[in-house]
């Protein structure tokens, strides 16, 4: 059972919009900045949105980023089929002496 | 481009200890504002926080490991390393060494390197 809690799957037609939620509690989304990684088959994570909204470098403009309370979002627009992978969210948890948590993880099917 | 190579044994037997040791190449371990640490990600499963320490000495670690984990750093040889305990099949994963910029003064936190990954299975 993961702190942060995300939908287990999501999928879109190629060009379409979808978004993926991220709730989580006072001590971690509510009160700190949220982290979003992209992981495609057999890889390692990679940074795709850090606090809350931001790109890193070569990230498309397609993917975007957003925080309310204490849920978050992903949004990816113009879906490609490159986008086919799961994503986490993750945020720093004030509880007990502090950790990361991360979601359980989106499968993002491109169909 | 900075770049971290995780290594160590990929079967280990229950109730040994693990040991992986992360080798960072073009780029210093003792770079101002950066940790370094685990996170692990079970066969099929999510990503998990095993812990994160600061070259100089502070350290911090999930709190439902930290009774099994020690976490040590080489800076002679810009490596870090990870020992865990009394590990169980439930330790079987694939161990992710990352960087963690973390720098209050302007609110950044995040994990921006990673590893590719080292599956260890942990079977008799």
């Known amino acids: 059972q993961s702190v942060l809690t995300q939908p287990p799957s999501a999928s879109g037609t190629p060009g379409q919009r979808v978004t993926i939620s991220c709730s989580g509690s006072s001590s971690n989304i509510g009160s700190n900045t949220v982290n979003w990684y992209q992981q495609l088959p057999g890889t390692a994570p990679k940074l795709l949105i850090y606090?809350?909204?931001q790109r890193p470098s070569g990230v498309p403009d397609r993917f975007s980023g957003s925080k309310s309370g204490t849920s978050a979002s992903l949004a990816i627009s113009g879906l490609q089929s490159e986008d086919e992978a799961d994503y986490y969210c993750?945020?720093?948890?004030?509880?007990?002496?502090?950790?990361?948590?991360f979601g359980g993880g989106t499968k993002l099917t491109v169909l | 481009q900075l770049q971290l190579q995780e290594s160590g044994p990929g079967l280990v037997k229950p109730s040994e200890t693990l040991s992986l040791t992360c080798t960072v190449s073009d780029g210093s371990i003792s770079s101002s504002n950066y940790y370094w640490g685990w996170i692990r990600q079970p066969p099929g499963k999510g990503l998990e926080w095993i812990g994160s320490f600061y070259y100089s000495g502070s350290a911090y670690y999930n709190p439902s490991l930290k009774s099994r984990v020690t976490m040590s750093v080489d800076t002679s040889k810009n490596q870090f390393s990870l020992k865990l305990t009394s590990v169980t099949a439930a330790d079987t994963a694939v161990y992710y060494c990352?960087?963690?910029?973390?720098?209050?003064?302007?609110?950044?936190?995040?994990?921006?390197?990673w590893g590719q990954g080292t599956l260890v299975t942990v079977s008799s």
């Open positions: 990352a960087r963690l910029l973390s720098d209050s003064s302007v609110e950044l936190y995040y994990f921006d390197y």
């Open positions: 993750a945020a720093w948890d004030d509880s007990l002496n502090g950790l990361w948590v």
């Open positions: 606090s809350n909204s």
